[in-house]
């Protein structure tokens, strides 16, 4: 049962007939932050069990008592010392919180639901739907919970529909920290053009495509993409993620070299749902820079999950972006000179060749980009794509 609840990738426990906990998922694992079998309370009952960091810190104190008491029906006949052992392995305030238990309960399968806790980030709602397991012969071997999402599943369905990858990069970053990162800010140069010229529905077909065909990009070079402002769009290429500096800084600016072109080819192939657009009207204009010291976290909010970061680079990469036209890519020393040979050469890069202006020495340099970031020194890496490469 363990095998086959493994491979579904969820958070799942197995008990013996008399409740004491004998396996806990690897999600399950992960997800409460206790990978060690003794916080989790291997071999004891569960009310015991229950009481280790590993379960006690993931639940809020209101699902304790209801939960117990919820249980405490179906697991007095089973455990020996019925009610009373179960009630003395709980502290005296809880347990003189949870209701006395009516009748037995034998049913073979019920639902429930937790109340969930991770870091510092609100409850969140978790289903559980438990079963007793029986042999062929009708007697009880074990019991199973597993818990998954209280969405239902016409909603999950669209979260499902994100990379699962990213995901689980996002997932690394629920507790903030320092973080090395090379980071990537890219935006349609053009959008105010384009959405006078076009209708509303147009203009959001259009949006939609360039900006699902950029997202597409950094997941596959395996970053993690932040804010969507409008059509602009900022991405992350971790270190930790990516193996060291070089790697991080290869990933930006592969992804960085490949958006324009993704971007464009994205928008023709709506033909003709959004009638012919000009190539300086759909320009994607990118910076890549990087930190060493981002600090980075999860923003959790009723409306949206996303990554942030904050630290000085992150601006700067933002103003860097802000002076490129004509789809540009101007890349940071930082960046480039984080490069190992290996890297270097597979992106056909010679950093000890390139030669660099300042932003404030950029044709389009805004007076905000020079008092943010006018010392930086950017190159111009690739070329703007041609309509012959963008349309293949």
Not at 152 to 159: E, G, N
Not at 174 to 179: A, F, L, M, T
Not at 205 to 233: M, P, Y
Not at 259 to 283: C, H, K, N, Q
């Amino acid at each position: 049962m363990a095998e086959q609840l493994e491979r579904t990738g969820w958070a799942a426990q197995l008990l013996d007939p008399e409740w004491r906990l004998v396996w806990v998922s690897n999600e399950l694992r992960t997800l409460i932050g206790a990978p060690d079998a003794a916080d989790l309370g291997y071999g004891r009952h569960m009310v015991e069990g229950f009481q280790t960091g590993g379960w006690m810190n993931t639940v809020t104190p209101d699902t304790t008592v209801r939960w117990l008491g919820e249980l405490l029906p179906r697991m007095r006949a089973d455990t020996p010392g019925g009610e009373a052992a179960i009630r003395a392995m709980l502290p005296a305030a809880v347990a003189s919180a949870v209701e006395p238990a009516a009748a037995d309960d034998q049913s073979d399968l019920w639902a429930t639901y937790v109340d969930f806790l991770q870091g510092d980030l609100p409850p969140t709602r978790v289903n559980c739907v438990a079963a007793r397991a029986r042999d062929e012969n009708g007697k009880v071997v074990g019991i199973v919970l597993m818990y998954g999402s209280s969405l239902p599943a016409s909603v999950l369905a669209l979260v499902a529909r994100g990379n699962q990858g990213m995901f689980e990069r996002m997932m690394r970053l629920i507790e903030p920290g320092r973080h090395r990162a090379a980071i990537l800010f890219a935006d349609i140069q053009a959008s105010g053009v384009l959405s006078r010229r076009l209708s509303s529905a147009a203009y959001f077909k259009l949006i939609r495509a360039a900006t699902t065909a950029i997202d597409q990009v950094v997941v596959r070079n395996l970053g993690i993409v932040g804010k969507h402002a409008g059509d602009g769009v900022t991405a992350f290429f971790l270190a930790d993620d990516l193996g060291s500096a070089s790697g991080a800084a290869r990933a930006a600016l592969d992804a960085a070299q490949s958006m324009p072109a993704a971007a464009y080819r994205a928008v023709l192939e709506l033909g003709e749902e959004v009638g012919p657009v000009d190539l300086r009207d759909s320009a994607l204009n990118v910076g890549v820079h990087y930190g060493g010291a981002l600090y980075m976290g999860q923003v959790v909010t009723g409306g949206r999950l996303e990554v942030t970061a904050l630290g000085d680079e992150v601006n700067e990469c933002a103003r860097i972006q802000q002076s490129a036209r004509d789809g540009a890519v101007f890349a940071s020393k930082d960046a480039l000179e984080r490069l190992e040979e290996a890297d270097a050469r597979a992106l056909g890069i010679d950093p000890d060749r390139a030669a660099y202006r300042t932003v404030a020495e950029l044709d389009h340099a805004t007076d905000k980009a020079v008092r943010d970031a006018g010392g930086i020194a950017v190159t111009r890496i690739g070329a703007p794509p041609s309509r012959s490469v963008a349309a293949r």
